[in-house]
């Protein structure tokens, strides 16, 4: 239960939201359309892309312990099978369907606790 | 009026199927939230306003502690900016494709959550789709179910049966496919970036643990980048690199 006011909830809401807001906006108040943004900053922008996509991968997957558990197997077997779902017929509902439910019936049928 | 109809109908339909399979996890993932609101006592009105108005999953979890814990308004203003710190990354990588954009800049850009980033960043748009209304739909078909979940979760309360358990790998799912697109569509080059960004956050993440890997593994891939640039600068053919080297 909350122990604070709902205005101190709403004010902690508040600096969330606005946290998350400077964040996302920055770059584009550094950077705006009317200037030209330093050459660095146009060869991140090239290069990011790729980058932030495993960035990605590694974050959603930053709860695996590999040492203790089901040893991240269920993941490693699940992305198995969608790379080669998705090597296979590039169907990207297909591949990321497939991935999902082969994972959920392996972490509650083969792997459950 | 007509005419534009079209274009939105058209923009609409494109970003459906690449936005479908993120919808259905965003719904239950949310709902999981609004549950979990609810057994904290929040009335749904609480997850309904924070998804809609945070719109970034791991920071919303994170604040339903802070509600339950001491007023301290800075500290949630830091945390917010170091868990977001991503979004900086994210920006640079959209400035040039939000450019043009108008009135729908601001809002694309408030709602760039990873699941919107990860499509509007690598989807090939076919040309007769206009480009600004899909990034629009992608974003506003993501934040709708994501919010129309949490706000579900919180009035069902605790009534769900459906065993919910390894749902939220179709995120997994998702970054992993879209990096095998990026894998195969691309030249060699730029599986180097690509490699990169596996292997930095994947090593911080071993050193520094789940809750602090974030910010070192950015940093460190910043870092990579710059020093890579001699060799990764003429990534894309279509711009001349001219004095290439100099101020960096």
């Known amino acids: 239960m909350m122990i604070m006011t709902t205005w101190q909830g709403i004010v902690t809401v508040l600096m969330a939201v606005l946290g998350t807001v400077i964040t996302r906006f920055l770059p584009f108040l550094l950077f705006p359309e009317s200037k030209q943004p330093p050459r660095v900053i146009e060869y991140?922008?090239?290069?990011?892309?790729?980058?932030?996509?495993?960035?990605?991968?590694?974050?959603?997957?930053?709860?695996?312990?590999?040492?203790?558990?089901?040893?991240?197997?269920?993941?490693?077997i699940a992305i198995a099978v969608?790379?080669?779902l998705h090597l296979w017929k590039r169907n990207m509902l297909l591949s990321i369907a497939g991935g999902t439910i082969?994972?959920?019936?392996?972490?509650?049928?083969?792997f459950a606790a | 009026m007509r005419q534009k109809k079209g274009v939105k109908t058209k923009a609409l339909r494109a970003a459906?199927?690449?936005v479908l399979p993120i919808c259905i996890s965003f719904f239950f993932l949310a709902m999981s939230y609004g549950l979990l609101m609810g057994t904290r006592g929040f009335s749904f009105l609480w997850p309904m306003c924070m998804s809609a108005f945070i719109f970034t999953g791991s920071m919303e979890f994170v604040t339903v502690n802070l509600l339950v814990s001491a007023f301290n308004p800075l500290a949630t203003l830091m945390l917010a900016m170091m868990i977001g710190t991503r979004h900086l990354f994210y920006g640079i990588s959209m400035l040039g494709r939000f450019k043009g954009m108008g009135l729908r800049k601001p809002y694309l850009i408030y709602a760039m959550c990873d699941e919107t980033f990860a499509v509007n960043n690598s989807a090939r748009i076919p040309g007769n789709v206009d480009r600004g209304w899909f990034y629009f739909f992608v974003s506003l078909l993501n934040q709708a179910s994501w919010v129309l979940g949490?706000?579900?979760?919180g009035i069902v309360g605790g009534r769900l049966t459906f065993n919910?358990?390894?749902l939220d790998f179709v995120m997994t799912a998702l970054f992993v496919v879209i990096f095998v697109d990026q894998w195969m569509s691309s030249k060699r080059k730029s599986h180097m970036a690509a490699l990169t960004g596996i292997v930095v956050p994947a090593i911080c993440?071993?050193?520094?643990?789940a809750d602090d890997f974030m910010i070192p593994s950015l940093a460190v891939m910043l870092v990579m980048f710059l020093m890579l640039r001699p060799?990764?600068?003429d990534l894309k053919t279509d711009m001349q690199s001219d004095g290439r080297e100099g101020r960096a």
């Open chain 1, 44 to 76: 991140l922008g090239k290069v990011l892309p790729y980058a932030m996509t495993g960035l990605l991968v590694v974050y959603s997957l930053k709860g695996v312990q590999p040492l203790s558990g089901s040893h991240g197997i269920p993941e490693a």
């Open chain 1, 82 to 84: 969608i790379v080669l």
């Open chain 1, 102 to 110: 082969v994972y959920m019936l392996l972490v509650q049928l083969v």
């Open chain 2, 16 to 18: 459906v199927p690449k």
């Open chain 2, 150 to 153: 949490a706000t579900i979760g």
């Open chain 2, 164 to 166: 919910t358990s390894g």
């Open chain 2, 205 to 209: 993440l071993a050193l520094f643990g």
């Open chain 2, 231 to 233: 060799y990764l600068d």
